[in-house]
């Protein structure tokens, strides 16, 4: 037996999932399937899921704020910058 459902999804990813689907002969549904049925014989979300490091967060932040950040106007300026 089959059950229909529907789900709200952002645009843009549904439209960019579609293609890789499509890519591999999947219709969206045929993907939500594959991926219900991974759930369901794993017992487990079938990807790492983790929350965003300290570091990371402490580095969003100074790009938000326009703190301890460098902007170069060429790739050659900031390796210069790195040493390279």
Do not use: H
Not at 35 to 60: C, G, H, Q, T, Y
Not at 64 to 81: G, H, M, P, V
């Amino acid at each position: 037996m089959k059950m229909q459902t529907s789900v709200r999804v952002d645009d843009v990813f549904y439209n960019e999932a579609k293609e890789v689907f499509s890519s591999f002969g999947l219709s969206f549904g045929d993907a939500v399937n594959l991926f219900l049925a991974k759930v369901s014989m794993e017992k487990k979300i079938p990807f790492e899921l983790s929350l965003p490091s300290a570091e990371l967060n402490e580095r969003a932040s100074n790009i938000k704020s326009d703190k301890n950040r460098q902007i170069y106007k060429t790739a050659n300026e900031l390796f210069e910058d790195l040493g390279i």
